[in-house]
C-alpha cells in the first residue's frame, strides 16, 4: 500500500481544513487507516484512526468534536475533516495503514504517507 496525503495549508484558527490520503493497493478495504501528527520539538501522536468496516474510530481527546475521520472506498481515500483549528493543531499530518486497527493505534503501521504540513495562525 502506498499512501499520498495532501490537502494542508495555512489557515487562521477557528477555520477548517479537510485532509485526503489516497491510497494504492488492493488492500485499502481491508485496512485500518489512521492520521498522525507531529508537530516541531514533540513526538508523533495519533489524531485518530478508523477500523475498515468504519465502524470503529478513535479521536484523541484533543480533537474530539472538531475533526471527523471518514473513508471512501470507492476513492480508496480517508479524509480528516477538522473544523474549529486552534493553533495547537499546527504540525505535519500523516496518514497511516496496517491491516489491523490496533497497529494503527499503536503507531506502529506497515504503510506510512509522506505528510502534509498544516499551520494554523492566530
Known amino acids: 500500500v502506498q499512501l499520498q496525503a495532501s490537502g494542508g495549508g495555512l489557515v487562521q484558527a477557528g477555520e477548517s481544513l479537510k485532509l485526503s490520503c489516497v491510497a494504492s493497493g488492493r488492500t485499502f478495504n481491508r485496512s485500518a487507516l489512521g492520521w498522525f501528527r507531529q508537530a516541531p520539538g514533540k513526538e508523533r501522536e495519533i489524531v485518530s484512526a478508523i477500523g475498515w468496516r468504519s465502524s470503529s474510530t478513535y479521536y484523541a481527546d484533543s480533537v474530539k468534536g472538531r475533526f471527523t475521520i471518514f473513508r471512501d472506498s470507492a476513492k480508496n481515500t480517508v479524509y480528516l475533516q477538522m473544523n474549529s483549528l486552534k493553533t495547537e493543531d499546527t504540525a505535519v499530518y500523516y496518514c497511516?495503514?496496517?491491516?489491523?486497527?490496533?497497529?494503527?493505534?499503536?503507531?506502529?503501521?506497515?504503510?506510512w504517507g509522506q505528510g502534509t504540513q498544516v499551520t494554523v495562525s492566530s
Open positions: 497511516a495503514a496496517d491491516p489491523l486497527l490496533a497497529r494503527v493505534l499503536d503507531g506502529i503501521s506497515n504503510y
